[in-house]
């Protein structure tokens, strides 16, 4: 899928909002984080990254498009707080009480860890697995990595090995 051009103006707004949690939470703080680099190049179902060592945030343009006001809202705020999260306590769990901590009472936004968008415009294909259970959809990289013998994938609920094909109950 090509990359879609974003108009100026969501990218603007984007910035905005970045700008805006970000003396936020350096007034809050009584620090002085410099503004990320940011990336429209996410792609997948992520909403958007943040790649600590490089202070920079990846967001994907096509679910930007798609949800302007709940991305700016929502995304930009999530993907800051993970870096000044690790700024400020190093490496801890992602979405642990240090994040939740940043993204509620300095940034003033709920912590949810995933977005709820929809995701047909973005989802690549899926291939059918089974296990005892249930069936399973796996990315086209997780089948291709079966197929090399690279890896394998059990079941969650039944601890079973993951098969191609459909799933027809006994």
């Known amino acids: ?20 949690s970000l003396d936020l939470a350096n007034q809050t703080l009584e620090s002085d984080f410099p503004e990320p680099k940011l990336v429209y190049q996410q ?3 992520a909403a958007g990254t943040a790649w600590l060592e490089k202070w920079e945030i990846r967001l994907n343009p096509v679910l930007l498009l798609e949800n302007q006001q709940a991305f ?4 930009v705020p999530h993907e800051l707080a993970h870096l ?4 400020k306590f190093g490496r801890v769990a992602p979405h ?4 939740k ?3 509620e009472s300095i940034l003033g936004v709920p912590a949810q860890r995933t977005h ?8 690549s294909r899926a291939f059918s697995y ?13 089948h291709n990595r079966v197929i090399r013998g690279e890896s394998e994938y059990r079941c969650v609920h039944c601890g079973c090995l993951l098969k191609p094909g459909e799933y027809s109950p006994s």
Not at 6 to 19: D, F, G, H, N, Y
Not at 72 to 75: F, N
Not at 84 to 87: D, G, H, M, S, T
Not at 116 to 123: A, D, I, K, M, N
């Open 43 to 45: 792609r997948g179902t």
């Open 1 to 20: 899928m090509k990359t879609p051009r974003l108009p100026i103006a969501l990218q603007q707004a984007v910035m905005r909002s970045l700008r805006y």
């Open 130 to 142: 089974r296990c005892q259970c249930q069936q399973h959809q796996l990315t086209v990289r997780r």
């Open 101 to 103: 901590w940043m993204m």
């Open 116 to 123: 709820r968008f929809e995701l047909g415009s973005v989802r």
């Open 72 to 75: 700016i809202d929502e995304v």
């Open 96 to 99: 642990g009480k240090e994040w």
């Open 84 to 87: 000044l999260v690790w700024k």
